[in-house]
């Protein structure tokens, strides 16, 4: 291969001046970048969110009921983030008058905005155009009616949401086979035996865990903070029936856990469950007539219609009353998607059914009528009725195990075996590999070395001697086409962020040396130019989200945009910073406290070592460009680090002209020490052929690197020939132009020394 010279190519675009202060760089995102572990989110978008005493006043009150708070004061940064959302997301949106008016037809027809709710100072100006926003809830300007709104709406969506936590089934009397259809009801009903039993697994249930989790949750939020505070300081198992009926952080937790058969969180809320199932077991009552009013579909209601005599069950807690309601109103439901339907339950204690309590018994609190069952209580379909308009009657009787064959002889299995192997079965069965993998961890924190599963986990998670590989697991990093636009700051970053973050950031020249079909299935976040990307065709955004350098920023797309270098890798240190953190948060419900540890570290380290870039670059003379630099440096990039013949006899060779002579093996070394140390000094840099495609743009972007030579390894006569022959003949070069240099500037005492070293490399040139 030889030596091959690296030809230098200037950015096109201005560069900033490497004097910006460090009072620009960007600081940790707040909790808009972070998982949310509750239901609902608020999203308030207002230019004086978080300037007036009323409106921080305000967003303490909208705290009570749901942590998930993120506000906004500029209208672009807020459409931008609402657009990344997931559609099973539920926002609950309040904006001011006149920025709603801007954002609610580019936002309103997203599934993940449920409600919207124009706050601002005279409404009479925003009723009519609101009319045409069907999500549009209230348009008021009292804070106090705003949060009644809110209060009411959160009740009617969370019963909505109740709908996900009901399934249906037959029980065939006939069979004892597990189907697709039943496998969902049989799991987890195992699962909740694994997490109410001390039979399965020995570590004790603790909310150790679950408040490190919280913490991380809640890491920028005051507020937050103090609500985990609390719960350390005052949760009394005897009083968890009251953590479970109020608006409590813990209570929305888990209700989310169990809608979504979170099988981490419930993990971690382990504790709770166990406590409130031991409370209301021991305040069990002997039997209840109690109703329940829930909002239902017509294929849910068509679905119970069709299974009379079947059994139903749900997954979540049930919340009833004793007193009949006088009237069902249907005045605010939509009747095109909701129907009302008064469920009428017989309950009576036999063996095998879930608890149920009366409220008032247990707690001091004004709960007459209130009844709860526990978690996973299954009822027999005894009939359903159509009332009136969209009203129907639903009569259950809460049912045993025993009344189920098919679980009745799961769960004597399941007893007898104590094979916990069993659910991820049944997990795969439901196509829900995800769930069964994140069980299979959980397994693995909690089981002892030796256990008989320990093998079969580590098999189903092939897994080695490492639980999880180093570098970022959900996401990818790709640069492509950028670093001929970067100048020296922006170089310094990257190369900055590259050694913090293993292989998360792939750099490619162009787009043809990149293919999206080869990159592992986890979300993508491409950075390139606008030039670029109207070269790709065929790319599926769904998984792949975009940060386009370039001056034009009217485009009307959800990439975002940015107009100098610097910028771009700042948004790129946030996106970093973000994907760590998240997935400290996910390492940590897996129960990997060291892994998420390391990533909640490198999360923090990165806008520090930014900020120390920043700095260094900050104390660069750029102004004074009158003086002639005449200091040179031969450095060379190895590999490993290797005194062979070739780099002796070039060291040797170049000894009485270039005598500092300096070896590195680490790039990011390299790369730091030619920033500061050499920075005002000329440096002609040899660099294995190793790094030719990975790292020499970094470097190419310093004007202080004269020319960048890459040497092949193998041992060959030819390639030191030529390597010596190259670094010669560009000497004498940059030599000869240095006297010239001199001379016009009256220095003819230094321009005759540079003449006399390019004549000695004249001489030299001539011997090889």
């Not at 339907?341 to 409220?359: K, Q, W, Y």
């Not at 996401?475 to 970067?486: A, K, S, Y």
């Not at 994907?579 to 990997?592: M, V």
Request: charged share 25%; with cysteine.
């Amino acid at each position: 291969m030889g030596v091959q010279l690296s030809t230098k190519k200037k950015p096109n675009s201005t560069k900033k001046s490497l004097l910006t202060t460090t009072e620009f760089i960007p600081t940790s995102p707040s909790n808009i970048e972070m998982e949310y572990l509750e239901t609902f989110i608020l999203v308030w978008l207002d230019l004086k969110v978080d300037k007036s005493e009323q409106n921080q006043t305000l967003q303490k009150r909208l705290r009570q009921y749901t942590t998930s708070l993120v506000t906004f004061n500029d209208l672009e940064l807020c459409e931008q983030w609402i657009k990344t959302r997931l559609n099973d997301e539920k926002i609950l949106f309040i904006v001011s008058g006149a920025l709603g008016r801007k954002i609610l037809p580019n936002i309103h027809q997203l599934k993940s905005i449920i409600a919207i709710y124009v706050f601002c100072l005279r409404p009479q100006y925003h009723i009519t155009w609101t009319k045409d926003y069907s999500k549009v809830r209230a348009v008021i300007s009292e804070p106090n009616t705003l949060l009644q709104h809110i209060s009411n709406d959160l009740i009617y969506f969370e019963n909505i949401e109740n709908l996900k936590t009901i399934q249906i089934f037959t029980d065939h009397r006939r069979t004892r086979v597990v189907n697709s259809e039943i496998a969902p009801f049989i799991w987890y009903q195992l699962f909740l035996e694994i997490l109410l039993s001390s039979s399965y697994l020995q570590a004790s249930a603790s909310s150790t865990e679950l408040v490190q989790i919280l913490r991380q949750y809640s890491l920028n939020e005051k507020e937050n903070l103090n609500l985990i505070e609390e719960f350390e300081r005052t949760y009394d198992k005897q009083q968890c029936i009251v953590w479970l009926i109020n608006n409590t952080i813990l209570a929305r937790f888990l209700n989310k856990a169990i809608c979504e058969e979170d099988v981490s969180m419930l993990f971690y809320l382990r504790f709770f469950l166990i406590d409130i199932y031991n409370q209301l077991r021991d305040h069990q009552l002997d039997s209840a007539h109690v109703y329940r009013k829930q909002l239902m579909t017509l294929e849910n209601i068509e679905n119970i219609r069709t299974n009379l005599n079947q059994y139903l069950s749900f997954n979540g807690f049930l919340i009833t009353s004793t007193k009949k309601p006088a009237e069902i109103s249907s005045s605010d439901i939509d009747n095109n998607q909701f129907q009302n339907v008064l469920i009428e339950i017989d309950a009576t204690n036999r063996d095998g059914s879930m608890p149920f309590v009366s409220i008032q018994q247990m707690t001091n609190l004004n709960n007459d009528s209130d009844i709860v069952f526990m978690c996973g209580a299954i009822f027999k379909i005894i009939s359903l009725t159509n009332e009136y308009d969209s009203t129907w009657i639903l009569q259950l009787s809460l049912a045993s195990d025993t009344d189920l064959n098919i679980l009745t002889d799961r769960k004597q299995k399941f007893q007898q075996s104590k094979d916990l192997f069993m659910i991820v079965d049944l997990l795969d069965q439901c196509k829900q590999e995800d769930k069964a993998n994140v069980y299979c961890q959980h397994l693995l924190q909690q089981l002892s070395p030796d256990h008989v599963l320990i093998p079969h986990l580590k098999e189903r998670l092939h897994m080695d001697a490492k639980l999880l590989p180093e570098s970022l697991r959900t996401v990818q990093f790709v640069l492509i086409g950028l670093t001929t636009h970067f100048n020296q700051l922006a170089s310094a970053m990257l190369t900055t962020l590259q050694s913090l973050t293993n292989d998360s950031i792939l750099i490619y020249d162009n787009s043809s040396k990149f293919d999206f079909e080869t990159m592992p299935d986890t979300t993508i976040l491409v950075f390139t130019t606008n030039q670029i990307i109207s070269t790709m065709t065929n790319i599926s955004e769904q998984q792949i989200k975009f940060f386009i350098l370039e001056e034009d920023k009217n485009r009307v797309d959800q990439r975002k945009r940015f107009d100098n270098c610097e910028d771009l890798m700042f948004q790129l240190a946030d996106e970093l910073y973000r994907y760590y953190k998240l997935e400290a948060i996910g390492d940590t419900k897996l129960g990997n406290i060291s892994l998420a540890k390391e990533k909640e570290e490198k999360a923090n380290r990165i806008h520090i070592e930014l900020k120390e870039v920043h700095q260094r670059f900050s104390h660069i003379d750029t102004t004074d460009k009158s003086e002639v630099c005449i200091t040179t440096k031969l450095i060379w990039l190895q590999s490993t680090y290797n005194t062979d013949d070739d780099m002796i006899k070039i060291q040797n060779l170049f000894e009485n002209i270039l005598p500092s002579f300096l070896i590195f093996t680490n790039k990011e070394e390299c790369h730091y020490h030619i920033c500061t140390t050499e920075m005002n000094h000329i440096v002609f840099l040899i660099m294995d052929t190793i790094y030719k495609d990975s790292s020499a743009v970094g470097f190419q972007q310093f004007d202080n690197v004269k020319n960048i030579y890459f040497y092949d390894q193998s041992p060959s006569t030819k390639t030191y020939n030529n390597a010596c022959f190259q670094l010669t003949h560009d000497l004498i070069s940059y030599y000869n132009k240095l006297g010239n240099e001199l001379s016009a500037k009256k220095d003819p005492e230094k321009a005759k020394d540079m003449f006399v070293i390019a004549q000695k490399l004249c001489e030299l040139l001539i011997e090889l």
